[in-house]
Nanobody, 123 residues
Framework: QVPLAESGGGLVQAGGSLRLSCVASGRTSSTYAMGWFRQAPGKEREFVAAIKRSSGSTTYADSVKGRFTISRDNAKNTVYLQMNGLKPEDTAVYYC????????????????WGQGTQVTVSS
C-alpha cells in the first residue's frame, strides 16, 4: 500500500497561484509514476499531469500546459503541482494518484489515490 495525502488547496482569485503537495508513505519504491487528476461537480475525473518517479519526465493535459508544473522530490516522497494563471474552470477537487507500472492519463491506470483537496478559483 502507498497512502497518499494531498494539501495546499484553497480559494484563490482568477489569475492567482497555488501549489499542491502530495506526500506518499509506505512502499513508495514500488511506484512508477505519480499523477494529478481533478473532478468538478457533475463531471468525470480528468487527468491533469503526471511524472515518472525515476526520470522526472512529465506529461500534461492540454488545458493546463504552460500554466501548471508537476515536480517531485524523491527524498521527501513528495510530488508537487504548481498552478499559475488559475481560471474559474480550474475549480475542482484535485486528487493525487500513484501508478505501479505506467505513466498514463486514465484514472484506471493508477493504483493508489489520495482523499483530494479542494481548489476554488473565483472570477
Amino acid at each position: 500500500q502507498v497512502p497518499l495525502a494531498e494539501s495546499g488547496g484553497g480559494l484563490v482569485q482568477a489569475g492567482g497561484s497555488l501549489r499542491l503537495s502530495c506526500v506518499a508513505s509506505g512502499r513508495t519504491s514500488s511506484t512508477y509514476a505519480m499523477g494529478w487528476f481533478r473532478q468538478a461537480p457533475g463531471k468525470e475525473r480528468e487527468f491533469v499531469a503526471a511524472i515518472k518517479r525515476s526520470s522526472g519526465s512529465t506529461t500534461y493535459a492540454d488545458s493546463v500546459k504552460g500554466r501548471f508544473t508537476i515536480s517531485r522530490d524523491n527524498a521527501k516522497n513528495t510530488v508537487y503541482l504548481q498552478m499559475n494563471g488559475l481560471k474559474p474552470e480550474d475549480t475542482a477537487v484535485y486528487y493525487c494518484a500513484a501508478s505501479k507500472f505506467t505513466i498514463a492519463t486514465t484514472p484506471r491506470s493508477y493504483d493508489y489515490w489520495g482523499q483530494g483537496t479542494q481548489v476554488t478559483v473565483s472570477s
